[in-house]
């Protein structure tokens, strides 16, 4: 079996907050689709439809939410085991104020297209680029980064000897 060496779990809190907002924007559209107010029939059927995109996106998210990430030396998978990525497709890590990366997440740059995949408030991938993060921690997603990096420049992600050994 291989080595374990960062795991991201999501934040129960921020997990139920995003759940709880995109089901209460979703409640709120089908209201207003379904209120008394002078709206076309068109207008009133796009709230609603709206308003069921919003509450089929908290119920993806949350079960999207209930898995993590684990780093291995060799891969990127999800608690339920499925590889999401290998690390030799890894060019390198962005996760500086400016980087398009999710919240408290951080970007990859692949080497090649990968396909498209998306679990909400954790991962996405698009072309060469994955992006993690959301309802993670910060902490969490920052050790992560810090290990793929250590990883691809090929340091490994063991901590760092102690002074006079190394």
């Known amino acids: 079996m291989?080595?374990?060496?960062?795991?991201?779990?999501?934040?129960?809190?921020?997990?139920?907050?995003?759940?709880?907002?995109?089901?209460?924007?979703?409640?709120?559209?089908?209201?207003?689709?379904?209120?008394?107010?002078?709206?076309?029939?068109?207008?009133?059927?796009?709230?609603?439809?709206?308003?069921?995109?919003?509450?089929?996106?908290?119920?993806?998210?949350?079960?999207?939410?209930?898995?993590?990430?684990?780093?291995?030396?060799?891969?990127?998978?999800?608690?339920?085991?499925?590889?999401?990525?290998?690390?030799?497709?890894?060019?390198g890590v962005e996760r500086g104020a400016f980087a398009f990366k999710p919240s408290n997440g951080f970007l990859l740059r692949l080497k090649r297209p990968q396909p498209r995949g998306w679990a909400p408030g954790l991962w996405w991938r698009l072309g060469r680029r994955m992006g993690v993060g959301g309802v993670i921690s910060g902490s969490e997603g920052r050790r992560m980064a810090e290990a793929i990096s250590a990883l691809i420049a090929g340091t490994g992600a063991s901590a760092p000897a102690p002074e006079g050994q190394g």
């Open 2 to 91: 291989a080595e374990v060496l960062c795991t991201i779990t999501p934040s129960p809190a921020r997990r139920g907050f995003g759940v709880l907002v995109l089901l209460a924007l979703g409640a709120i559209l089908i209201r207003l689709g379904f209120g008394d107010a002078p709206l076309g029939l068109s207008l009133r059927l796009g709230l609603i439809l709206l308003g069921a995109a919003a509450l089929m996106l908290g119920a993806t998210l949350w079960r999207a939410t209930a898995a993590g990430l684990v780093l291995y030396p060799d891969r990127i998978d999800d608690s339920a085991g499925r590889v999401l990525l290998h690390i030799a497709d890894v060019a």
